[in-house]
């Protein structure tokens, strides 16, 4: 009877808390030529396993809060038995309220990511010092990933784990490998954490709360409200492009945002897209015939 109690105490235990991320890891390897492609299976349960049972916060999670996320490993070449060159894209999302829609928060594509990998090696990480590039660059996403939803619900809410980011970026600045270095890129693991933590970048990092904690979640019940916040938000990082042009934060809220505001816009009044349509054909060049159908979608 004892036993069973416990087995019963440790279910609902089990059921009530999580873990902080329910990550979707995908590896693939078709570019590289070889007939043994379970090192690459392996490699996925392994990094699965790391990323989604690694308590990365002190917080409690319900299994329904935790934060949807996705990695996605292109596997490009096979330098030697034990270390490989790839790609990574992480995504991530977080729920509207009310709504059963998710908007994303991130979603870059990093080309620098080379590693080592032993089959069956257990993976380790330590937040003191750089034990493997393969850790380092999953914790570092890992916190990139609660930081920016933490912000998404409160002011500077991610601040912890922008710091626990720029420590991992900090202990690899001595790493062979390509990503840490302010010197190597202008798109970089470096650059993405310098960009959150720059004061010049502030209004940029208050949008990420402003605009789904004031405007997406209150569109449910008042779409103009909402969508009103959405639009100081555009006027900000309108702001921020003025003298940050080139910036990663940039680039990066646009990867994430364009589509969404495509539709969050296409059925507002006329003035309001005209508005917007200016907006972010100032602040993002690249994707304006996206945004000009905006325009063209009959308004509510």
Request: with cysteine; hydrophobic share 40%.
């Amino acid at each position: 009877m004892h036993k069973l109690l416990t087995i019963v105490f440790f279910l609902a235990f089990f059921s009530a808390s999580a873990q902080e991320l329910n990550c979707q890891v995908q590896v693939v390897s078709q570019q590289v030529q070889q007939s043994d492609r379970r090192i690459f299976e392996t490699l996925q349960k392994a990094i699965y396993e790391f990323v989604n049972t690694t308590k990365w916060t002190n917080d409690q999670y319900q299994l329904t809060e935790r934060i949807e996320c996705s990695m996605f490993i292109n596997i490009t070449e096979r330098v030697s038995a034990d270390e490989f060159k790839a790609t990574i894209q992480v995504q991530s999302r977080r729920p509207v309220y009310k709504t059963s829609y998710n908007s994303t928060l991130l979603n870059t594509n990093d080309q620098d990511f080379q590693f080592k990998y032993i089959e069956f090696q257990p993976l380790q990480f330590s937040e003191a010092t750089m034990l493997s590039n393969l850790t380092s660059v999953l914790a570092f996403y890992a916190y990139m990933i609660i930081a920016v939803d933490y912000e998404s619900f409160s002011p500077n809410g991610g601040e912890i784990y922008f710091q626990k980011s720029l420590a991992i970026v900090n202990n690899a600045q001595g790493a062979v490998e390509k990503g840490w270095k302010q010197f190597e890129s202008t798109n970089n693991r470096y650059w993405f954490i310098e960009n959150f933590l720059n004061p010049r970048f502030k209004l940029m990092r208050e949008s990420y709360y402003k605009y789904h904690r004031q405007g997406m979640d209150v569109m449910t019940g008042d779409m103009e409200t909402g969508r009103q916040a959405i639009t100081e938000c555009l006027e900000n990082i309108k702001k921020v492009r003025t003298d940050q042009q080139n910036a990663y934060l940039l680039r990066l809220w646009f990867n994430a945002k364009s589509d969404e505001l495509v539709n969050i816009y296409s059925s507002a009044f006329p003035d309001v897209k005209a508005k917007v349509v200016a907006i972010l054909s100032e602040t993002d060049p690249g994707n304006i015939a996206k945004y000009k159908k905006i325009l063209t979608t009959n308004s509510q």
